[in-house]
């Protein structure tokens, strides 16, 4: 992380270079430069989207053009100010981004860039095709913006505008990324399964950053509109929208700041290239296209995390840790009485087709104790797991949580009522650090929302989600790595901090797939030593795990399972005189 005065002296500087940009560059320069700023605009909002959300979009030029047709037509047709036709741009382009991710965003893999491409099409034909927008003609006359008696009328007039607004929208995402929601949104880069069980609503979260990149590009319409007083079709077009995907991607996907790079390199090679190239070829044509898809792809193939990083490999960063803050203890969940039932499964089955994984397996686990669910590999465990958490939900039978049938509820909602749980593949953010991956499970325990973490309004709740993350991370031994990368950890290291993720959550009950696997001997005493203090804290532990002197001197009752029946259930010492358990495992005894 960059020390807090190097970051406040790049930003400073790069202000002051802009407040002096107008008054020292040619007309030429400054128009470059606004159409740098209009783009990078859009380009942030591929960044939350593309780099944090991971969802493609190759449609953000039809945005672009819903805000800025939407003021075309308000102030040429009906006379209404400009000003006011932002925020009408803004509801237009809310409603119809909110309609479209619905629909859109339900898609996977291919398919969703695929659906952002027809989308994208369509909008741009009907900007067209509308007689009341003026057809491919478009719409001419639209007047200036205004601010009391100014005029903005010139290039270098509207460049303070167009960066004041790009400097605003920087500063909302970086705010936005670094709160609860934004650890929301990078966790949907980890797979859907792993968010929803921490109690992230994966549906909203897509729908919310995919609307507000389209009001991103919405404002840049808008400024776009008056900018040129002049719009037709064309800059909304998919190629624009290629275009703008690629300045995303070249100036650094994932980082706030790479869009400004990837916005500038790419509006100024296309201009570079432009001129040169007629000279160079001694004739006039669409050269420049060729060239600069060429250059994309050496750029793809050698700089895949774009630009913006290597940059800063460039110039050397002091590293700080970050200090959590001291704040308030977040409340915690009443533990129910030890010895009182948590959970009880009946009849349990879940079937793949003709296969039958789980096969009408019963068991309950009760507060304050281990319960250990063992078998040989291809028993259905995980699947057990995945069955009682809602992650995969059975095809029959009940599951009851504290006296509340689950069986049909998602798994955020079922992470609401006090169950947390860790993964049999080990699910972390892997760029994120520790203490960021943790937080994540305190997410639910946290209730501000978007606007709020862009305003920076959630900084009390954030402090106090960060502590609970440091205080879990010191209970489960990693203290000493809580600001490392999670995915330069060793495995076994890596499984705690799942541990730590899911107690962040103030689980009642927690499910805990192969904890032990990868750790050394010292290790699992360690996680034997903490689990046994959160059986006495209360709290119930169902375990699958595969290590057998582990299980039998932690556990308080086993239940095996083989061919996803339960074959055996009671004691440790009675599971390991069982002649069934020991034919399961050993195929048989002399």
Request: aromatic content about 8%; hydrophobic content about 50%; overall charge neutral.
């Amino acid at each position: 992380m960059r020390h807090p005065s190097h970051a406040t002296a790049f930003l400073l500087l790069f202000i002051a270079a802009l407040a002096v940009a107008p008054l020292l560059l040619p007309e030429f320069y400054v128009t470059l430069l606004n159409y740098i700023g209009l783009y990078a605009i859009v380009a942030l909002g591929l960044v939350m989207l593309t780099g944090v959300g991971g969802l493609t979009s190759f449609g953000q030029a039809a945005f672009v053009g819903l805000g800025a047709y939407t003021s075309a037509y308000l102030t040429t047709v009906h006379g209404v100010s400009p000003w006011l036709t932002l925020p009408a741009g803004l509801l237009v382009t809310a409603v119809v981004a909110v309609s479209l991710g619905l629909v859109t965003l339900r898609l996977s893999g291919h398919f969703l860039p695929l659906g952002t491409i027809a989308w994208g099409i369509s909008l741009y034909y009907l900007f067209g095709n509308l007689n009341a927008l003026g057809g491919h003609t478009g719409i001419t006359g639209i007047p200036p913006l205004q601010l009391f008696d100014l005029e903005i009328k010139s290039g270098r007039e509207f460049f303070y505008l167009i960066w004041a607004v790009l400097l605003v929208v920087v500063l909302a995402t970086r705010n936005l990324l670094d709160s609860r929601e934004g650890r929301a949104i990078r966790a949907l880069r980890g797979g859907s399964l792993m968010a929803e069980a921490m109690g992230v609503n994966t549906p909203r979260a897509k729908i919310v950053i995919f609307t507000v990149a389209a009001l991103y590009a919405s404002v840049s319409g808008w400024l776009y509109a008056h900018l040129q007083r002049f719009v037709n079709p064309t800059p909304f077009s998919l190629t624009q929208g290629i275009e703008y995907l690629f300045m995303a991607v070249v100036g650094g996907v994932a980082h706030v700041w790479g869009a400004i790079v990837g916005a500038g390199l790419i509006t100024i090679l296309k201009q570079w290239l432009q001129d040169w190239l007629p000279t160079l070829l001694g004739q006039s044509g669409n050269f420049e296209v060729i060239v600069f898809g060429l250059l994309m792809i050496f750029v793809l193939h050698r700089a895949r995390d774009g630009v913006w990083p290597i940059l800063m490999r460039l110039f050397p960063q002091a590293v700080s840790r970050v200090r959590v803050p001291d704040a308030e203890l977040l409340a915690r969940r009443p533990l129910p009485e030890s010895g009182s039932l948590l959970l009880e499964v009946t009849d349990a089955s879940k079937r793949f087709g003709g296969l039958v994984a789980n096969d009408k397996v019963s068991f309950k686990v009760r507060a304050g104790e281990v319960m250990a669910l063992i078998g040989p590999n291809g028993a259905g465990k995980t699947t057990m797991f995945n069955g009682i958490s809602g992650v995969d939900p059975l095809s029959s039978g009940a599951v009851a949580f504290r006296g509340e049938r689950i069986e049909s509820l998602p798994a955020r909602h079922i992470a609401r009522l006090g169950m947390s749980r860790t993964f049999q593949h080990v699910r972390l953010l892997a760029g994120m650090s520790v203490i960021e991956n943790v937080a994540i499970g305190a997410h639910l325990r946290g209730h501000k929302g978007f606007v709020a973490a862009a305003c920076r309004a959630d900084r009390a709740e954030e402090a106090r989600l960060l502590h609970e993350a440091a205080l879990q991370i010191e209970r489960c031994g990693l203290a000493e790595q809580m600001y490392e990368a999670a995915g330069s950890l060793p495995l076994g290291k890596q499984r705690i901090v799942e541990i730590a993720r899911a107690l962040a959550a103030d689980p009642c009950l927690l499910l805990l797939d192969e904890p032990a696997a990868g750790l050394r001997y010292l290790e699992k005493q360690a996680l034997a030593d903490l689990l046994r203090r959160l059986r006495a804290e209360g709290i119930g532990i169902l375990l699958v795990e595969h290590d057998m002197d582990f299980v039998m001197g932690l556990a308080d009752r086993v239940v095996v399972m083989e061919f996803g029946r339960k074959l055996a259930a009671g004691l440790p010492e009675e599971i390991q005189r069982n002649p069934a358990v020991v034919d399961a495992y050993l195929g048989g005894v002399e």
